[in-house]
């Protein structure tokens, strides 16, 4: 009997085992709908954070590459500036241009030499000196018949006989002494007050001059000149008559009409900008030519 006790004990332990193998066995299934959905939404949660730590990462990586960038670029332009710095150096020191001092030259105008100076004066002022022959003005005063002849008829400066008969009477009217230089010097300021520009041929001539003012009569007419700049001349107008004169007939080269009601001429003629005012009414008449 007591065999038979302990195997019925043994036996019971096994049959209770088994029961709570069937008791498992016979739950609902793991894991529950609700569970399914927190481990969805964790599962989500996990894979935000992991994207947001890639992103990070990337940032990262591109914020390093930036700086690295930065960092290159510094260097190349520190290097840049000890290689330019280190050319200097090594350049010779440039000598500035001595100042010049003054300028001679001679201008071929109507077969004369008429010679140009440019130098300072004792102010430490350049001035501009065109060199023309000397005349009389007595001379010019027994000439102005004969001058307005051949303003109508300008063939007359062809004819060297006719000019020297009257330029002889004009010099020994102006009690003057006739050599064989007066007859080209005559012929001089004819051809440039007829043909010409009158006193500012040397200007019109000279391609280093590069604007010609004119502000009035007796007044030093301006100039700009190369490599210096404004400077005055020795050249002057008496009176207003003479560069109104002078305005008109550029007007009528460049077929413009300038008068009392029309004072105002601008126009570009033959490669100069002229610009100019009569005097009318007891004001200065104004001109300027600039060579373009």
Same mark, same amino acid.
């Given at each position: 009997?007591?065999?038979?006790?302990?195997?019925?004990?043994?036996?019971?332990?096994?049959? $209770?085992?088994?029961?709570?193998?069937?008791?498992?066995?016979?739950?609902?299934?793991?894991?529950?709908?609700?569970?399914?959905? $927190?481990?969805?939404?964790?599962? /989500?949660?996990?894979?935000?954070?992991?994207?947001?730590?890639?992103?990070?990462?990337?940032?990262?990586?591109?914020?390093?590459?930036?700086?690295?960038?930065?960092?290159?670029?510094?260097?190349?332009?520190?290097?840049?500036?000890?290689?330019?710095?280190?050319?200097?150096?090594?350049?010779?020191?440039?000598?500035?241009?001595?100042?010049?001092?003054?300028?001679?030259?001679?201008?071929?105008?109507?077969?004369?030499?008429?010679?140009?100076?440019?130098?300072?004066?004792?102010?430490?002022?350049?001035?501009? !000196?065109?060199?023309?022959?000397?005349?009389?003005?007595?001379?010019?005063?027994?000439?102005?018949?004969?001058?307005?002849?051949?303003?109508?008829?300008? !063939?007359?400066?062809?004819?060297?006989?006719?000019?020297?008969?009257?330029?002889?009477?004009?010099?020994?009217?102006?009690?003057?002494?006739?050599?064989?230089? /007066?007859?080209?010097?005559?012929?001089?300021?004819?051809?440039?007050?007829?043909?010409?520009?009158?006193?500012?041929?040397?200007?019109?001539?000279?391609?280093?001059?590069?604007?010609?003012?004119?502000?009035?009569?007796?007044?030093?007419?301006?100039?700009?000149?190369?490599?210096?700049?404004?400077?005055?001349?020795?050249?002057?107008?008496?009176?207003?008559?003479?560069?109104?004169?002078?305005?008109?007939?550029?007007?009528?080269? /460049?077929?413009?009409?300038?008068?009392?009601?029309?004072?105002?001429?601008?126009?570009?003629?033959?490669?100069?900008?002229?610009?100019?005012?009569?005097?009318?009414?007891?004001?200065? /008449?104004?001109?300027?030519?600039?060579?373009?």
């Amino acid at each position: 009997m007591a065999i038979k006790f302990v195997l019925d004990n043994e036996q019971r332990k096994n049959e $209770l085992t088994i029961e709570e193998i069937l008791t498992l066995t016979n739950k609902k299934p793991y894991p529950s709908k609700d569970a399914t959905h $927190l481990a969805t939404f964790l599962e /989500s949660c996990f894979d935000v954070i992991a994207e947001e730590r890639r992103l990070e990462i990337q940032r990262k990586k591109i914020a390093d590459f930036q700086k690295q960038k930065q960092i290159e670029e510094y260097r190349r332009k520190k290097a840049e500036e000890q290689r330019l710095r280190t050319i200097e150096m090594q350049a010779p020191i440039p000598v500035p241009p001595k100042a010049m001092e003054k300028r001679e030259y001679v201008l071929n105008i109507y077969r004369n030499p008429i010679g140009i100076l440019v130098e300072k004066n004792e102010k430490g002022i350049y001035i501009y !000196n065109a060199i023309q022959p000397l005349v009389a003005e007595r001379v010019f005063e027994g000439l102005k018949k004969f001058k307005q002849k051949a303003k109508e008829n300008p !063939n007359l400066l062809e004819n060297n006989i006719l000019i020297e008969t009257n330029a002889k009477k004009a010099y020994a009217k102006a009690n003057q002494d006739y050599n064989e230089h /007066s007859l080209q010097k005559i012929k001089y300021y004819l051809q440039r007050d007829i043909y010409g520009t009158g006193v500012i041929d040397p200007l019109i001539f000279d391609e280093n001059v590069r604007t010609i003012t004119i502000n009035g009569p007796k007044k030093p007419i301006q100039i700009e000149f190369s490599n210096i700049g404004k400077i005055k001349t020795n050249l002057k107008y008496k009176n207003n008559e003479n560069i109104n004169k002078l305005i008109q007939r550029l007007a009528k080269e /460049s077929h413009r009409t300038v008068n009392n009601d029309n004072p105002i001429l601008d126009v570009i003629f033959q490669g100069l900008k002229i610009e100019a005012t009569l005097g009318i009414g007891g004001a200065n /008449s104004r001109l300027t030519i600039k060579r373009l």
